[in-house]
């Protein structure tokens, strides 16, 4: 399997973006991977590069982008932040990686068992972690736990629900992106990766 190209790149709809990390995702679960030659594909993206999606996820080891989609180098921007939310920095990457770099589709993907997220419905509290995890708290705030603590069960609601007011942020905070996907020149979606059987599941 060979590194995008502006060919291939130009080629491809947001739907066959889309298509083509679902069937990453499965092969990674089978553990059957595509065959790739790291090296060549090295040689190939060093004059240039042609992702076709970027990737907004956590900084949990367990979630890397690139080997849970089963993508070679040069495929995907992954961009990755605790909780991945979303703010200005991350919100220019991503616009770069559309208009400018031709990437076909965004996706913000969240995951079960989620730190940052089990910290923001704990309200921890802890230097620069805790600016961090105020971006999660219009998700918690929306998910009420029926104790005085959040179960299981309510913190994988609100790891959810972070992903989808990801998105929602998104496309209110960049008219480039929300313009790109009402012209269907991308897709902006979301999803959430399970770390006990490495299935995405998109929403």
Known sequence: MKA?????????????AHQILVEGNERFVQNVKAQRNLQDQV???SKGQFP???????????????????QGIGDVFS???AGN?????????MEYACKVAGSKI??????????????????VELGNITALLNKI?????????????????EIEQVATLNVKLTIERIRKES????????????????AKYNVSTGKVEFF
């Open 4 to 16: 995008h190209t502006k060919v291939t790149q130009a080629n491809l709809t947001p739907q066959l």
């Open 43 to 45: 040689l190939e993206t």
């Open 52 to 70: 076709f999606a970027v990737i907004l996820s956590c900084i949990d080891s367990r979630v890397p982008a690139e080997l849970v989609f089963d």
């Open 79 to 81: 961009a990755r932040v």
């Open 85 to 93: 939310i979303i703010n200005e920095d991350m919100l220019g990457s």
């Open 106 to 123: 965004v996706v913000v993907m969240g995951h079960t068992k989620c730190g940052a997220v089990t910290a923001a419905c704990k309200h």
């Open 137 to 153: 708290q219009p998700a918690v705030k929306q998910i009420e736990p029926k104790t005085d603590t959040y179960s299981e069960k």
């Open 175 to 190: 008219p480039i992106l929300n313009e790109m996907e009402k012209n269907n020149e991308i897709e902006i979606v979301g």
